[in-house]
């Protein structure tokens, strides 16, 4: 099982590191059993599993209740847990019993926190210090839709720059790896190249350390593909067929 020091040399050694998302039982133990290095189960639940329109409704009992499922399905990946929109962003103490839980009740050996501003490399600084390992999250962050929407980030050199600073940040606040999400490529290069820590990309280029998607999206099953988003297989049509030929053999 990878841990979170493993992943360090993964970058020294230049291993790439693979990176799923899961949402229950079954996808936990496909992508465990295919040797994914590491299972997200990333608040984009909200939407693949759910039905919501983006991630903001989702709550701390819900994604706990999820990670609970994957984590039974898991036996070697190592399993990071995103922290819902509210669950953390209000105070240190929050995160602190948010974060608890999600590790006390899961099984999970990590969370994820969006966001590099000052505060939130405080509250990152804070979990660390008490044992609990901290993924960061740059870039284009969902949560915080009604701001940035869905656009890439990074574009101008004032937010090039930004994102430069609230990696390192990051990187000092003692979070193991961080995500990087729509950013540009050469960017996402430069961030890597100045990190000792990994980086996870995910529309940011192939020179990151590691890379995820969103497992609905590389498995076809979502109805609107993010642009950066490869679909390896069109689950969403070998569903249907296998549904219709069943329907046709009742019928019959």
């Known amino acids: 099982m990878p841990t979170v020091r493993q992943l360090l040399q993964f970058k020294a050694n230049g291993k790439q590191i693979v990176a799923l998302t899961a ?41 706990i209740h999820h990670a609970k499922a994957v984590k ?81 980030q990074g574009q101008s050199e004032l937010d090039r720059d930004r994102l430069l600073a609230s990696a390192v940040e990051l990187e000092r606040a003692g979070a193991f790896s961080i995500v990087l999400e729509h950013i540009p490529a050469d960017l996402a290069k430069l961030i890597s190249q100045q990190l000792s820590i990994p980086t996870i990309g995910i ?4 020179d990151c350390d590691g890379q995820v998607l969103v497992t609905a ?11 950066f988003a490869k679909a390896y297989v069109d689950l969403r049509a070998v569903i249907t067929q296998a549904v219709q030929d069943y329907s046709a053999d009742v019928n019959s």
């Open 217 to 227: 999206d590389l498995l076809g099953l979502t109805l609107r593909q993010p642009p």
């Open 72 to 152: 039974r399905g898991v036996k070697n990946a190592l399993i990071v847990v995103d922290l819902p929109f509210m669950s953390y962003q209000t105070s240190t103490e929050v995160a602190i019993e948010s974060a608890g839980r999600i590790l006390k009740e899961t099984g999970a050996q990590a969370v994820k926190l969006e966001g590099g501003y000052p505060a939130m490399v405080q509250t990152i600084t804070r979990l660390v210090e008490v044992g609990i390992p901290v993924m960061g999250h740059i870039g284009l962050t969902p949560q915080s839709v009604h701001q940035l929407g869905y656009r890439q």
């Open 23 to 63: 949402w229950d039982f079954a996808i936990g133990q496909i992508l465990d059993a295919a040797g994914v290095d590491l299972i997200l189960v990333g608040d984009s639940l909200a939407m693949v599993a759910l039905g919501y329109e983006n991630t903001l409704p989702l709550t701390l009992d819900e994604i």
């Open 203 to 206: 529309g940011a280029g192939v």
